[in-house]
């Protein structure tokens, strides 16, 4: 029995569905964790205690908030498209499940070992773009259109440095496997790419920043200007599901920067997994730290930061590492 | 289906003269802001038209909290009216007891003790710099950036512990008295005032480095909103609205009144007009406060805090008197008109929001959405003040 | 001009970084709020309340006031209601309006401590009622009184889920700390 189990779970598909199902489960425990993170650090930073009341300094605080958001009525507004209406929340959430599949933990814990899981992630994170577009539009609300359309341009502006950053690494290191990206780096600090390649980290992080409409780039939900933005209709738990992708959504993108550019796994003393955890949970608290800190930008001047800084500056990096990578050969 | 709920979804009397049918192109959007919106800091309503992201009409609406405050005047007696002036604008509260104070003080020609009038000009210097303040975070947060705000109410509440001391509440104060205020200050409240202006003083850099030198700030305020002198008088706007244009005119210099033209300070100006200019100006404006504070201190005479021997009842003679002091927001006009009888025949409050709002629709043209709510929280509107 | 704006940017970057410092200064200092139902905030003293009675010097059970009803007429929003009754030499009489029962003669607010001449008829309150939800804490019936009857409770926590529960019977309150000074009294000296 324990036998054709292992064996079931050893096969390719058997492999990918338990990954799936582990990879849900971290999801939900990650939004939720990151949940209260967020307003524990919003909370030190301006120097008062954050979520304290429920449970020891508020631990339960996310439990509470889940009952609540499951226990909401869903409202569907008047006129809206609802078939994209509540299609647009499932949309938002099921690729961001797959984006999880190629990131290495470990070398070993790996939810699929795929020799182009940059480019599924990468090809995947892309349809977040769609539902938040399906959101505004289904809404029929007119911040909630607006949201949209922002978040559609700011999207496909950001996914080209983003690229040119990724692919840098790529020529660098020969492949489009996160694992072998990773493993490239094992060989203690010096060798980590954020030393080797400065200037792709830093465009990749603050691309991924957009990609994942974090202050100080929220302008899909700018608050001060479009009251939520593409999700102000959304009540309930698909609120809930846009707030549970934005933070998966965080987690990916902070994990694939650990593997491209951290060392992945790299560390001492502690297994490979509590490195790269470690590792992208202080990225994701650079984020919250910025986001807790700066003004939003307009949305002209975020453009112009992508077309006249980071994509010229990507662009300069690659040929720079292509240059580099042909005359070492 | 879809068609016949939007056709029902047609809009008010508001957003009427915003229909097609003045528009031959007709591709644009009518947004309504407000009056429940995050960025219009109460019940203020913005009817824009646009043209993507851009503006390309703007029309505030008005009346949402109007509270008759003019009227309550007329039916209420002279003294009875004092506390309605801590609601008119609940920012500034005390400039807004200073020039009814002062109007009716005028009127009946009370003398003021001199020990009241440097109370006076304390209080009311720190509730500027609780307004300033105020506005700052509020402006901030209407720019994405949450944390100031917070940090700005940390010293908010030590000047609010101060003003406490003294009146006994913390935001709609009613303080001033005809012929004085209602209580005196002592060495507490002096010892803590001066402290509170050491720390403050400390405060400030920290203020410019989180923000004022933020290039996401700059980028987003400067030579926005650009308001030139000449438009900026045409629409009667004062206050740091006027000054950031590069304008001179307070009324604590322009037309001096109780002991300010005693005390040194300035009178910070702009040069463009923009909206960084106006955040400059108050900013600036802090420091000008907290230097009329230090040299009220020190000048403090000893002496009654009230005129000790005043009627019983306040009766003004038959006549009018027109009063104008400088609150955070600009220049606050009360014009009294009096029979002889118990209670004031008109009140005339005037706001200096009101103009400062007034000027927003055509600052606001042209600009992007973004734009003009950072336009709209540079004017530092205060509504309950606008509507009155 | 175009090494100038490069400049600018670098400047500008580094204007990001001095934010950072300032926020991640802020992170790792205590918290400066009040956790108010573990703590409690301690400038209560100068806290103005609702108005309470101020009892007589040497009776703690009977209030200063004298019934001029100077109070309840300088109130902006009426929210203080008296009753009260008069035995003397024109017999019992009981009114709610002062013009029945004349008010004692006082000279002027400002010139306060004055205490009244002393009246032929006795005054006695039956009621003192402030209606709490029109109060605009203006203190003019305070400054008013001559007799200094009426001062501002330190009451910070005064909740209520009703609107009855904002009508308050000041007399009922003024009786109530009596008793209850008259009880932790006794206890102190045993305690001590």
Same mark, same amino acid.
């Given at each position: 029995?324990?036998?054709?189990?292992?064996e079931?779970?050893?096969?390719?598909?058997?492999?990918?569905?338990?990954?799936?199902?582990?990879?849900?489960?971290f999801?939900?425990?990650?939004g939720?964790?990151?949940?209260?993170?967020?307003?524990?650090?919003a909370?030190?930073? *301006?120097?008062?205690?954050?979520?304290?009341?429920?449970?020891?300094?508020?631990?339960? *605080?996310?439990?509470?908030?889940?009952?609540?958001?499951?226990?909401k009525?869903?409202?569907?507004?008047?006129?809206?498209?609802?078939?994209?209406?509540?299609?647009?929340?499932?949309?938002?959430?099921?690729?961001?499940?797959?984006?999880?599949?190629p990131?290495?933990?470990?070398?070993?814990l790996?939810?699929?070992?795929?020799?182009?899981?940059?480019?599924?992630?990468?090809?995947?994170?892309?349809l977040?773009?769609?539902?938040?577009?399906?959101?505004?539009?289904?809404s029929?609300n007119?911040?909630?259109?607006?949201?949209?359309?922002?978040?559609?341009?700011?999207?496909?502006?950001?996914?080209?440095?983003?690229l040119?950053?990724?692919?840098?690494?790529a020529?660098?290191?020969?492949?489009?496997?996160?694992?072998?990206?990773?493993a490239? *780096?094992?060989?203690?600090?010096?060798?980590?790419?954020?030393?080797?390649?400065?200037?792709?980290?830093i465009?990749?992080?603050?691309?991924?920043?957009?990609?994942?409409?974090?202050?100080?780039?929220?302008?899909?939900?700018?608050?001060?200007?479009?009251?939520?933005?593409?999700?102000?209709?959304?009540?309930?738990?698909?609120?809930?599901?846009?707030?549970?992708?934005?933070?998966?959504?965080?987690?990916?993108?902070?994990?694939?920067?650990?593997a491209?550019?951290?060392?992945?796994?790299?560390?001492?003393?502690?297994?490979?997994?509590?490195?790269?955890?470690?590792?992208?949970?202080?990225?994701?608290f650079?984020?919250?730290?910025?986001?807790?800190t700066?003004?939003?930008?307009?949305?002209?001047?975020?453009?112009?930061?992508?077309?006249?800084?980071l994509?010229?500056?990507?662009?300069?990096?690659?040929?720079?590492?292509?240059?580099?990578?042909?005359?070492?050969? | 289906?879809s068609?016949?709920?939007?056709?029902?979804?047609?809009?008010?009397? =508001?957003?009427?003269?915003?229909?097609p049918?003045?528009?031959?192109?007709?591709?644009?959007?009518?947004?309504?802001?407000?009056?429940?919106?995050?960025?219009?800091?109460?019940?203020?309503?913005?009817v824009?038209?646009?043209?993507?992201?851009y503006?390309?009409?703007?029309?505030?609406?008005?009346?949402?909290?109007?509270?008759?405050?003019e009227k309550?005047?007329?039916?209420?007696?002279?003294?009875?009216?004092?506390?309605?002036?801590?609601?008119?604008?609940?920012?500034?509260?005390?400039?807004?007891?200073?020039?009814?104070?002062?109007?009716?003080?005028?009127?009946?020609?009370?003398?003021? %003790?001199?020990?009241?009038?440097?109370?006076?000009?304390?209080?009311?210097?720190?509730?500027?710099?609780?307004?300033?303040?105020?506005?700052? &975070?509020?402006?901030?947060?209407?720019?994405?950036?949450?944390?100031?705000?917070?940090?700005?109410?940390?010293?908010?509440?030590?000047?609010?512990?101060?003003?406490?001391?003294?009146?006994?509440?913390?935001?709609?104060?009613? =303080?001033?008295?005809?012929? &004085?205020?209602?209580?005196?200050?002592?060495?507490?409240?002096?010892?803590?005032?001066?402290?509170?202006?050491?720390?403050?003083k400390?405060?400030?850099?920290?203020?410019?480095?989180?923000?004022?030198?933020?290039?996401?700030?700059?980028?987003?305020?400067?030579?926005?909103?650009?308001?030139?002198?000449?438009?900026?008088?045409?629409?009667?706007?004062?206050?740091p609205?006027?000054?950031?244009? &590069?304008?001179?005119?307070?009324?604590?210099?322009?037309?001096?009144?109780s002991?300010?033209?005693?005390?040194?300070?300035?009178?910070?100006?702009g040069?463009?007009?923009d909206?960084?200019?106006? =955040?400059?100006?108050?900013?600036?404006?802090?420091?000008?406060?907290?230097?009329?504070?230090?040299?009220?201190?020190?000048?403090? %005479?000893?002496?009654a805090?009230?005129?000790?021997?005043?009627?019983?009842?306040?009766?003004?003679?038959? &006549?009018?008197?027109? =009063?104008a002091?400088?609150?955070?927001?600009g220049?606050?006009?009360v014009?009294?008109?009096?029979?002889?009888?118990?209670?004031?025949?008109?009140?005339?409050?005037?706001?200096?929001g009101f103009?400062?709002?007034?000027?927003?629709?055509?600052?606001?043209?042209?600009t992007l959405?973004?734009?003009?709510?950072?336009?709209?929280?540079?004017?530092?509107?205060?509504?309950?003040?606008?509507?009155? | 001009?175009?090494?100038?704006?490069?400049?600018?940017?670098?400047?500008?970057?580094?204007?990001?970084?001095?934010?950072?410092?300032?926020t991640?200064?802020?992170?790792?200092?205590?918290?400066?709020?009040? +956790?108010?139902?573990?703590?409690?905030?301690?400038?209560?003293?100068?806290?103005?309340?609702h108005i $309470?009675?101020?009892?007589?010097?040497?009776d703690?059970?009977?209030?200063r006031?004298?019934?001029?009803?100077?109070?309840? $007429?300088i109130?902006?929003?009426?929210?203080?209601?008296?009753?009260? +009754?008069?035995?003397? $030499?024109?017999?019992?009489?009981?009114?709610?309006?002062?013009?029945?029962?004349?008010?004692?003669?006082?000279?002027?607010?400002?010139?306060? +401590?004055?205490?009244?001449?002393?009246?032929k008829? $006795?005054?006695?309150?039956?009621s003192?009622?402030?209606?709490?939800?029109?109060?605009?804490?203006?203190?003019?019936?305070?400054?008013?009184?001559?007799?200094?009857?009426?001062?501002?409770?330190?009451?910070a926590?005064?909740?209520?889920?009703?609107?009855?529960?904002?009508?308050?019977?000041?007399?009922?309150?003024?009786?109530?700390?009596a008793?209850s000074?008259?009880?932790?009294a006794?206890?102190?000296?045993q305690?001590?």
């Amino acid at each position: 029995m324990t036998a054709q189990l292992l064996e079931l779970l050893s096969h390719p598909l058997g492999q990918m569905i338990t990954a799936l199902a582990a990879i849900m489960v971290f999801m939900a425990v990650n939004g939720m964790a990151l949940q209260y993170a967020e307003r524990k650090v919003a909370g030190f930073i *301006q120097r008062r205690p954050g979520p304290y009341e429920v449970g020891p300094h508020g631990l339960l *605080q996310p439990f509470a908030d889940a009952g609540k958001l499951i226990s909401k009525q869903l409202v569907a507004p008047l006129g809206a498209d609802r078939l994209l209406f509540w299609i647009a929340p499932l949309v938002s959430v099921a690729p961001v499940v797959v984006c999880f599949l190629p990131i290495p933990f470990s070398p070993l814990l790996t939810g699929m070992n795929i020799n182009l899981g940059l480019l599924l992630i990468l090809a995947f994170s892309g349809l977040n773009t769609l539902a938040l577009c399906l959101a505004g539009w289904g809404s029929n609300n007119k911040y909630s259109l607006l949201g949209a359309a922002r978040a559609v341009a700011q999207s496909v502006a950001y996914e080209i440095p983003l690229l040119l950053s990724v692919l840098a690494v790529a020529f660098q290191v020969g492949s489009l496997d996160l694992a072998a990206i990773a493993a490239s *780096q094992t060989q203690g600090l010096l060798s980590w790419n954020v030393l080797v390649q400065p200037l792709a980290f830093i465009i990749f992080f603050i691309s991924g920043i957009a990609e994942t409409n974090r202050a100080p780039f929220d302008l899909p939900e700018a608050e001060s200007e479009l009251t939520a933005g593409f999700h102000t209709e959304y009540s309930g738990m698909c609120f809930g599901i846009f707030f549970l992708a934005e933070y998966s959504y965080m987690v990916v993108v902070c994990a694939v920067a650990t593997a491209l550019f951290l060392g992945g796994w790299d560390g001492p003393v502690f297994p490979g997994p509590w490195w790269f955890l470690a590792k992208t949970f202080a990225l994701i608290f650079a984020m919250m730290w910025f986001r807790w800190t700066f003004p939003r930008v307009r949305f002209d001047q975020l453009l112009n930061i992508c077309w006249k800084w980071l994509i010229p500056l990507g662009l300069a990096n690659l040929v720079a590492t292509a240059a580099i990578v042909k005359w070492v050969q | 289906m879809s068609q016949d709920v939007n056709s029902r979804l047609t809009g008010d009397f =508001y957003t009427a003269p915003f229909g097609p049918r003045l528009e031959p192109d007709g591709d644009t959007l009518v947004l309504n802001m407000g009056p429940q919106h995050p960025a219009t800091h109460g019940v203020l309503r913005v009817v824009v038209e646009l043209d993507g992201e851009y503006i390309r009409r703007a029309e505030p609406v008005l009346g949402y909290i109007h509270r008759m405050h003019e009227k309550m005047g007329e039916v209420k007696t002279w003294v009875q009216y004092l506390p309605n002036m801590g609601r008119v604008d609940y920012l500034h509260a005390l400039a807004w007891n200073w020039a009814y104070v002062g109007a009716v003080e005028k009127l009946m020609g009370i003398e003021v %003790p001199p020990r009241a009038e440097y109370i006076r000009v304390i209080t009311c210097e720190l509730n500027r710099i609780n307004s300033h303040l105020l506005w700052w &975070g509020a402006y901030l947060l209407d720019l994405g950036a949450f944390t100031p705000i917070l940090y700005a109410f940390a010293d908010r509440e030590h000047i609010m512990d101060i003003l406490q001391m003294v009146t006994g509440s913390r935001l709609t104060y009613c =303080y001033y008295r005809f012929g &004085g205020v209602s209580g005196d200050v002592n060495d507490e409240f002096i010892r803590r005032t001066r402290e509170f202006v050491a720390d403050f003083k400390k405060r400030l850099p920290m203020y410019r480095a989180l923000v004022t030198d933020n290039i996401i700030l700059r980028g987003r305020c400067e030579d926005i909103g650009v308001l030139t002198p000449e438009m900026a008088r045409r629409y009667g706007a004062t206050g740091p609205v006027l000054r950031g244009s &590069g304008v001179a005119y307070d009324v604590r210099r322009a037309e001096p009144y109780s002991i300010y033209d005693r005390l040194d300070f300035d009178i910070p100006t702009g040069r463009k007009g923009d909206v960084m200019d106006r =955040y400059e100006v108050r900013m600036a404006e802090l420091d000008q406060c907290l230097r009329i504070v230090e040299q009220a201190l020190d000048a403090l %005479p000893t002496g009654a805090h009230i005129h000790p021997d005043l009627p019983e009842r306040f009766i003004p003679p038959k &006549g009018e008197v027109y =009063y104008a002091v400088e609150g955070a927001r600009g220049k606050i006009g009360v014009y009294l008109l009096s029979d002889g009888g118990p209670k004031p025949y008109r009140v005339k409050l005037r706001s200096p929001g009101f103009s400062n709002l007034s000027l927003f629709a055509e600052l606001a043209q042209g600009t992007l959405l973004a734009d003009a709510v950072s336009i709209l929280g540079s004017l530092d509107l205060v509504i309950p003040e606008i509507d009155r | 001009m175009s090494m100038k704006r490069l400049f600018q940017n670098i400047k500008g970057l580094w204007s990001l970084l001095v934010g950072l410092k300032v926020t991640g200064g802020e992170l790792i200092k205590p918290w400066l709020t009040v +956790h108010y139902p573990r703590q409690e905030v301690e400038n209560l003293s100068s806290y103005r309340g609702h108005i $309470e009675l101020v009892p007589a010097t040497d009776d703690p059970l009977t209030p200063r006031c004298i019934m001029c009803w100077k109070c309840v $007429e300088i109130c902006p929003s009426r929210c203080i209601s008296l009753r009260m +009754h008069a035995t003397g $030499e024109a017999g019992v009489a009981a009114a709610d309006d002062p013009g029945l029962l004349l008010a004692p003669e006082v000279k002027s607010p400002y010139s306060a +401590h004055l205490a009244p001449p002393p009246d032929k008829i $006795e005054r006695i309150l039956d009621s003192y009622r402030l209606n709490y939800s029109l109060c605009s804490l203006c203190g003019l019936c305070v400054q008013i009184c001559p007799v200094d009857a009426i001062r501002f409770s330190r009451n910070a926590y005064l909740v209520g889920t009703t609107r009855q529960s904002f009508e308050l019977d000041l007399l009922a309150r003024l009786k109530s700390q009596a008793a209850s000074a008259r009880g932790a009294a006794p206890t102190q000296p045993q305690g001590a």
